[in-house]
């Protein structure tokens, strides 16, 4: 999570699942999930589109997901599916949209306008309905800023790995080194636009020591959260991205001192022998934000 950017909601383990499939989507609701991803794209076999709609459309209106955040992935704009697939989940009021393939802002624009055009149809509060941008190609990370720019709807930029390194001819690896300069500019532009940074999937779903170490190295690199696909992944995932007890208890010290040295008239103070400002105490406050966005009490 970018220091700057505003923790209102917890985006740590985004899992994708498959539309047509209402078993699984049942399952996601009970999971303790962040995030469902109920997918109309690559999930989805092209003579089951319509049918993952209705599916899809029935969950958003009749499955309590609780605080399980539900976002529907359309098909991409270029593929001629997504208006359809916008006209029928828009009704059940999903609380956002992954557009997948958002290699331009004009992608971005068309998919808020038809949102925008829904939301006065039906008299709800403009706006509401959230965006969350899949940049998986070579274009997507060229057009960045504009990107990010498009809309006030957007919430978070969700780095899709398997789809870029399809587009550029990067070969994927389990170290993920390949990857780094990728990665690294999403989290800069998210931070520069306060938006949230997803990383990617780890599609081998049976190792969970290779998806903890590329959680830690997300963690490291800044993001917030990291998309799954499988009910396994979650609990490695949303416990990598919570702040643990001991940088809590480290964070409040922090803030705390600060409050004392402010008091006291002084900018910087020492803690267990380092110097301690301002961007330390930005941090720390970060840490606590984020504790509080995944409910733990602060
Ligand atoms: N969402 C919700 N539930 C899921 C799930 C998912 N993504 N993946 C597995 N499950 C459920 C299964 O239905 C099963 O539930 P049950 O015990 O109630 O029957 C349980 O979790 C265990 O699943 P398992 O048998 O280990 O896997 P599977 O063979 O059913 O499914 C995959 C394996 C890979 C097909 C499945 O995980 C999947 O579809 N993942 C998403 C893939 C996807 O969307 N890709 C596109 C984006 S990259
Ligand atoms: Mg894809």
């Known amino acids: 999570m970018p220091i700057s950017s505003p923790v209102t909601r917890s985006r740590r383990a985004m899992m994708y699942v498959p539309g047509s499939d209402e078993n699984k989507i049942v399952k ?43 976002l529907v992935r359309i098909n991409p704009l270029y ?9 029928a989940v828009l009704p059940g009021k999903p609380d956002a949209i992954l557009i997948p393939k958002a290699d331009s ?9 038809i949102i925008s055009a829904f939301e006065q149809s039906q008299g709800w509060q403009e706006g509401e309905i959230a965006l969350a941008l899949l940049i998986e190609s ?9 990107i990010c720019r498009a809309s006030a709807r957007v919430q978070a930029l969700v780095f899709g790995a398997e789809d870029f390194c399809a587009d550029t001819g990067v070969t994927r690896t389990n170290s993920a080194r390949e990857l780094l300069y990728a990665r690294s500019a999403l989290v800069l532009h998210a931070a520069a636009f306060q938006l949230q940074a997803i990383d990617m999937v780890q599609i081998n779903y049976r190792d969970t020591a290779l998806l903890e170490a590329e959680c830690r190295d997300a963690v490291e690199l800044g993001f917030s959260g990291k998309t799954v696909v499988h009910p396994s992944q979650v609990g490695p995932v949303q416990r990598a991205f919570t702040p643990s007890d001991s940088l809590i208890a480290y964070a409040r010290e922090i803030v705390h001192g600060a409050e004392l040295a402010q008091r006291g008239g002084s900018g910087v103070f020492t803690h267990q022998g380092k110097l301690v400002d301002l961007p330390v105490v930005k ?6 934000a984020r504790a509080r966005a995944a409910g733990i009490e602060v």
């Open 79 to 87: 593929s001629g599916r997504a208006e359809q697939d916008l006209a």
């Open 138 to 146: 070579a274009s997507a990370f060229v057009n960045l800023a504009e």
């Open 28 to 70: 996601s609701a009970t999971l303790g999930l962040d995030c469902a991803i109920l997918d109309l794209e690559d999930g989805v076999a092209f003579n089951r589109k319509d049918e993952a709609r209705g599916v899809i459309r029935q969950a958003l209106e009749r499955v309590d997901f609780g605080r399980t955040e539900r």
């Open 283 to 288: 941090r720390a406050e970060q840490i606590l």
């Open 105 to 113: 802002a004009a992608i971005v624009v068309a998919v808020e306008k």
